[in-house]
């Protein structure tokens, strides 16, 4: 059986990145949300959120201006300069009390925190992810955006060796976390054909401004994309649902 969760990322960073993903979530297409809890329109995402109570909203892991303080050049979110800065057992609980304190935020909403992934997948640092697996086992998450490597096309790629990959999943599995078999970026051309068995989440950026996300915008609420998931023999899915679904 084919799965789809389509999950539409920065929640609450703008009103018309809010706009674009209740959009495209009406249009029948986005079926999970990550959230910005500490950015400007995060209040306003939130009524959305309880306003549409079928989609299902995680978090937004945000550090960027922790883990990116003092560099703006493309090795900002290298993986050699974020260990060398986690090397450091001062700022690394700064960091997990960041970790905290957003998980809190967003509890404090009274939402359902079905699911965590990271603004330019800061989650999947080596030296971060199992801390925030730890996490969310304390504040009873049960489902993490999981890859064995992650493009983020201004920086360099976060990418995991096959050890440490079979650790992590090892890791997810011994805690019962559970996590798409694959992960598809939807800011890049994508075909829904290509979607094989098992789950699948695609990431996608629907807004009304911003060229890229008006035209996955456009993509998510077209008719076309609708009727090629049916012809697809697709299921689209939340992230709630892949936590309480038995899926093989």
């Given at each position: 059986m084919k799965y789809l969760i389509v999950n539409a990322d920065d929640f609450g960073l703008s009103n018309y990145i809010n706009e674009g993903i209740i959009r495209a979530h009406k249009a029948g297409s986005v079926?999970?949300?990550?959230?910005?809890?500490?950015?400007?329109?995060a209040r306003d995402a939130v009524r959305l959120a309880r306003e549409n109570s079928d989609l299902c909203v995680g978090l937004h892991?945000?550090?960027?201006?922790?883990?990116?303080?003092?560099?703006?050049?493309?090795?900002?979110?290298?993986?050699?300069?974020?260990?060398?800065?986690?090397s450091s057992r001062r700022f690394l609980k700064e960091v997990v009390a960041e970790i905290d304190a957003q998980i809190r935020g967003f509890k404090?909403?009274?939402?359902?925190?079905?699911?965590?992934?990271?603004?330019?997948?800061?989650?999947?640092?080596?030296?971060l992810f199992p801390l925030i697996v730890d996490r969310m086992l304390s504040y009873g998450i049960k489902t993490i955006r999981f890859s064995r490597e992650f493009d983020l096309i201004k920086y360099p790629p976060i990418g995991w060796d096959e050890e440490f990959f079979q650790e992590m999943k090892s890791l997810l599995e011994k805690h019962r976390i559970r996590v798409a078999n694959h992960f598809v970026t939807g800011w890049q051309p994508y075909d829904l054909m290509s979607i094989g068995d098992g789950v699948t989440e695609l990431m996608v950026h629907p807004g009304t401004k911003e060229e890229w996300r008006i035209k996955e915008l456009e993509t998510l609420e077209s008719r076309e994309w609708i009727d090629t998931v049916k012809a697809g023999g697709i299921r689209l899915i939340s992230f709630r649902d892949l936590a309480e679904m038995a899926i093989d």
């Open positions: 079926t999970s949300t990550t959230l910005m809890i500490n950015r400007e329109f892991l945000d550090l960027d201006d922790l883990l990116g303080k003092d560099e703006t050049g493309p090795e900002r979110f290298g993986v050699e300069r974020m260990s060398r800065l986690l404090n909403t009274g939402l359902e925190l079905t699911h965590i992934d990271g603004h330019h997948h800061l989650h999947a640092i080596p030296e």
